[in-house]
């Protein structure tokens, strides 16, 4: 792919779902694609809700209980899978085809469980983040463009950020001023770049983001369908 590509996605947990109307109104406006990754209990909780956000966005998986990875054995993390699975099914009659692992904590025997149960894309491994904050879990390589984990047929989608490692992602965008990333953006467009939003986040910021990337000529797409561009 030539174009420039941005993933927009918004995890959605903890049951709550407070500003996602606020963020999905911002996507409709400029239209643009999304992927929610949700979590099996706002699945359960939501599922009314959710068919609504089907409609115009991709859902896929956040884990059920949104323990993090590096806190429970593949067992366990099996289970998490194989019961927002068959959730899934019923409310949508098919199954989910990505994968957002809680707090990004993934490892290699973790993408190929996700593999074996059927997903066809992780979006889980930040590829670079400002030294202060380390890494927890994966080891392998850290691409910035979504790429196949050795062997496996799992496409990584990687949540990378502009240059620097400055993630585009909600806490960033709020704290840090949209002069910030309109200098970044000046100086460099990566290839390709996700935004990450969380369903509990709202910040005024987040439009401006989404205006600057449109202004940088960015292509948005959902998981799934930048799965089928890299397939
Ligand atoms: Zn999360």
Request: proline share 6%.
């Amino acid at each position: 792919m030539n174009k420039k590509i941005c993933f927009a996605s918004v995890d959605v947990e903890d049951g709550e779902a407070d500003h996602l109307d606020e963020i999905l109104n911002i996507f409709k406006r400029y239209d643009i694609p999304a992927t929610l990754f949700v979590t099996g209990q706002v699945l359960e909780k939501f599922h009314d809700l959710a068919k609504d956000w089907a409609r115009d966005y991709e859902i896929a998986c956040h884990s059920f209980t949104h323990r993090f990875w590096n806190l429970i054995n593949n067992e366990e993390r099996k289970k998490e899978l194989e019961a927002f699975v068959s959730l899934y099914f019923n409310i949508f009659q098919k199954k989910p085809e990505g994968f957002r692992a809680p707090s990004h904590i993934i490892d290699e025997k973790g993408i190929k469980l996700l593999e074996e149960k059927g997903f066809l894309y992780d979006s889980s491994v930040v590829p670079h983040y400002p030294p202060f904050k380390k890494y927890r879990g994966y080891k392998g390589p850290k691409p910035l463009l979504p790429h196949y984990v050795n062997g496996l047929k799992i496409l990584e989608i990687p949540v990378s950020g502009q240059m620097f490692g400055i993630p585009l992602a909600g806490a960033w965008i709020r704290k840090l001023p949209g002069w910030f990333y309109k200098i970044l953006f000046f100086i460099y467009c990566p290839q390709f770049i996700t935004l990450s939003f969380h369903s509990w986040e709202k910040s005024e910021k987040f439009e401006e983001i989404i205006k600057l990337l449109k202004s940088k000529n960015y292509q948005f797409l959902n998981g799934a369908e930048i799965y089928q561009n890299y397939r």
